[in-house]
């Protein structure tokens, strides 16, 4: 079908050798500045393509305006239609409760993909409240993209003191090597800068707080993993 978006099947998920943005959050809903930042981060990383990981929840944010999974993947699946981004709930499926849990599991499920951690100045200015977030940084390297009203206290916070000092440049893209020709290691921390749009999930949901329920019942299938896309039984993860 003429212009049709061709996903790899899983035999190349599996074996090929890409490089991944990794995009967490609660998508309540999706709008376009995800969008807008996951096309700028594959342009300005040289990623393959980007994955939207649709969180169960988040002990970080309240429970109360929370849609359900299947409402929040449809949003997402909606926006990042006919774009380089993969929509995919399987923090759900393997059960895991932490981000640092999640990454960990998805590095051993495809180790032949190469990670980045994607996250804007909002989540890195609370980074340090994450379980285990300096295994995070050694896990995989990590990119900061601005975000209107938080970078100041994003650059102030402990994480970014902590972080600041594996700080490198982004114009040879995530895979770039040192000065020897080996694979720079992790930790390293890559920061965007580009004109952000101000759009935010608080405000949509100000405006239409029943957004949720009028999105049509049907069977959803993961993007990643083919399987159908249900309520996790599962508590909140940070």
Known sequence: ???????????????????????????????????????HA?????????????SPGNVLKPADGMAGLPARYASAQRVARGAPIRVTAIEAEMGTRYTADTLAKL??????????WLMGADNLAQFH???NWRGIAR??????????GYDARAMASPAMVWLRRWR???????????????RRSNPALYTLHFDPDPMSATAIRAADPDWHRRIPAALLRDMLTKHPVRLPNLGAKS
């Open 42 to 54: 594959i342009k300005a990383l040289g990623l393959d393509e980007v994955w939207w990981l649709v």
């Open 1 to 39: 079908m003429a212009g049709a978006r061709h996903w790899p099947d899983q035999a190349v998920i599996l074996t090929g050798t890409r490089t991944i943005g990794l995009l967490g959050g609660s998508f309540n809903p999706a709008h376009g500045a995800h969008r807008r930042i996951s096309l």
């Open 168 to 182: 490198r440049r982004h114009g040879q893209g995530c895979l770039a090597k040192d000065g020897s020709g080996a």
């Open 129 to 131: 409240r994450w379980r």
């Open 139 to 148: 896990l995989m390297p990590i990119a900061v993209i601005a975000r209107p």
């Open 107 to 116: 590095v051993l499920r495809y180790p032949r993909f190469r990670f980045i």
